[in-house]
Structure formats: structure tokens, C-alpha cells
T-cell receptor, first 111, second 114 residues
Framework: GDSVTQTEGLVTVTEGLPVKLNCTYQ???????FFWYVQYLNEAPQVLLK?????KRTEHQGFHATLHKSSSSFHLQKSSAQLSDSALYYC?????????FGLGTTLQVQP | DPKIIQKPKYLVAVTGSEKILICEQY?????MYWYRQSAKKPLEFMFS???????DNQTASSRFQPQSSKKNHLDLQITALKPDDSATYFC?????????????FGHGTKLSVL
């Protein structure tokens, strides 16, 4: 079946250092888009990034991700983590009329 | 101002009872969804509606029944509640309900079944 895998449940990084959240997927859908959603404490999940183009870098709010269909990956990266980036991050793939989410990765940025 | 309103924010119920989770969206979207988030599980798709018609149902149990009285409403009725139903239930919407659309989520209703 279709699935999204986020291998880290918790990532802790020091403020100012780079961070990478991993996302891989399996899908049988022919037309797919990928998303990163972020959920801050007591807030609703919201879209951070979206991509459907292979090997094209997508950026927003200092985060970037590149869809690599050859390796079935859509990792999220930031060159310099900020305290305000602490949140729960979901990788998701868009199937036929619905999103399929990974387990989520909690990013904890410490001073 | 929140554009997707879910009520209540927290809900405690006893086993065997029935509850209705309310969702209204003011984004002018034509598609609405329910997702469930349980401990150690991903956001799990439950239902999707487009133009008030059921499009997809991934919930095995008939105890979960969505109800769409208006285009911008999609409530979720849960009967014969069980402790395993304890989760946060998120309502979401998108413009048309087609592939590749971004979803907008409400803040969720946290349900605890005792």
C-alpha cells in the first residue's frame, strides 16, 4: 500500500545549526504531490512546503525540500534552526483525493 | 480568526455513549475531510466529502458516521464509544477535493473515552 516513513520521532538540534528531517515514501499513484506540514503546540497542522516536480528545490520560511523520485525521498532541511522552529513536522503524499501522512517528527531546537 | 471551527475542543465520554463532533469551514471550500490522530499513529484519513457527497471512506466501523447538513459543515457522529476511540479528530477542507490540493486543518477535538 501507499505509505510515508519518517524515521525519527524526535530530532534535537542546537539553535543556529542545520537540521534535516527525513521522509521516504512508497506509492502506486501516478500523479503525486508531496507536502510538509508543521504543527505548533496547540495549533492546527498547516502547510509548510509543497512539491510535485522531480529534482526541483522548494523553499519556504527558510526551509527547503527537494523531491527525489529516484530515491523516493522528500527530506526537509534548514541551514540554521531557530527556537521558533520547534514543532511537530509531518511529511505527506497526496493520493486520490486525500493526504497520507507519516508518523511525524518532533523538532526540538535548544539554545 | 480560525477559518475551520471544530467544537468542542475537548470531549470526555463514557464507554457506550454517543457523541457528535462539529466542524464548520469558512474558506469557501467544496471538499471536507475527517482525520484521526492517535498516540504513536500518523494522521489517519477517515472520510472525504465533496459537494456534500461522500467520496472516500477508510473507516472500517459503521459507528463513525459523517453528517453534512450544509456545504460548509461536516460533523462526525460516533456511536457506542470505546476507549480505543480516544484520539484527536481533525477536520480539514480543500478547494475541490482533487489530487495535489493542500488541506487546511482545524485545531482538532480531543476525545477521551473512559
Amino acid at each position: 500500500g501507499d505509505s510515508v516513513t519518517q524515521t525519527e520521532g524526535l530530532v534535537t538540534v542546537t539553535e543556529g545549526l542545520p537540521v534535516k528531517l527525513n521522509c521516504t515514501y512508497q506509492t502506486t499513484y501516478l500523479t503525486i504531490a508531496f507536502f510538509w506540514y508543521v504543527q505548533y503546540l496547540n495549533e492546527a497542522p498547516q502547510v509548510l512546503l509543497k512539491s510535485s516536480t522531480d529534482n526541483k528545490r522548494t523553499e519556504h520560511q527558510g526551509f527547503h525540500a527537494t523531491l527525489h523520485k529516484s530515491s523516493s525521498s522528500f527530506h526537509l532541511q534548514k541551514s540554521s534552526a531557530q527556537l521558533s522552529d520547534s514543532a511537530l513536522y509531518y511529511c505527506a503524499l497526496s493520493g486520490i483525493g486525500k493526504l497520507i501522512f507519516g508518523l511525524g517528527t518532533t523538532l526540538q531546537v535548544q539554545p | 480568526d480560525p477559518k475551520i471551527i471544530q467544537k468542542p475542543k475537548y470531549l470526555v465520554a463514557v464507554t457506550g455513549s454517543e457523541k457528535i463532533l462539529i466542524c464548520e469551514q469558512y474558506l469557501g471550500h467544496n471538499a471536507m475531510y475527517w482525520y484521526r490522530q492517535s498516540a504513536k499513529k500518523p494522521l489517519e484519513f477517515m472520510f472525504s466529502y465533496s459537494y456534500q457527497k461522500l467520496m472516500d471512506n477508510q473507516t472500517a466501523s459503521s459507528r463513525f458516521q459523517p453528517q453534512s447538513s450544509k456545504k460548509n459543515h461536516l460533523d462526525l457522529q460516533i456511536t457506542a464509544l470505546k476507549p480505543d476511540d480516544s484520539a484527536t479528530y481533525f477536520c480539514a477542507s480543500s478547494q475541490e477535493g482533487i489530487s495535489n490540493e493542500r488541506l487546511f486543518f482545524g485545531h482538532g477535538t480531543k476525545l477521551s473515552v473512559l
